[in-house]
């Protein structure tokens, strides 16, 4: 089974802002996840919840219009060309050893923009997976 975080969609419960050492956290409530089955079946869900652990972190945007539901999201790899497509998603678990930027814009209006020496993205212990019926 392969689960992949879809940043649109996701719900943003909590930010960490970095400490003195650049450590920050991003909690989602909600992942929008597609996961692939070992049949090869594709289902469209929510893991709840996800953590993502960012290392040398910068942050720009306020932190308190930045909660809810993400209306776009990507990151994108330092030293990538200008014009290389930023991903909007990721596979899961994910980690990251080199310098990337993270983008996010929020529904109701917010962005925050994370600059990171490295990161990750695990799933908790405690995550379930639910299954969407949107048609």
């Known amino acids: 089974m392969r689960d992949t ?13 970095p400490d003195a050492q650049g450590s920050m956290v991003l909690r989602l409530s909600a992942a929008h996840v597609q996961r692939v089955d070992e049949s090869g079946a594709r289902l469209e869900g929510y893991l709840k919840p996800v953590t993502v652990n960012l290392t040398q972190a910068t942050l720009a945007g306020q932190v308190s219009d930045c909660v809810g539901q993400i209306s776009e999201g990507s990151w994108r790899a330092a030293g990538e060309a200008a014009q290389a497509h930023a991903q909007d998603c990721m596979a899961l678990p994910w980690h990251m050893g080199r310098p990337f930027s993270l983008n996010l814009r929020f529904r109701l209006g917010g962005t925050l923009l994370i600059q990171a020496q490295g990161a990750s993205c695990v799933v908790d212990d405690d995550a379930r997976f639910f299954e969407s019926h949107a048609c």
């Open 5 to 17: 975080l879809i940043w649109h969609g996701s719900e943003l419960m909590a930010v960490q802002a």
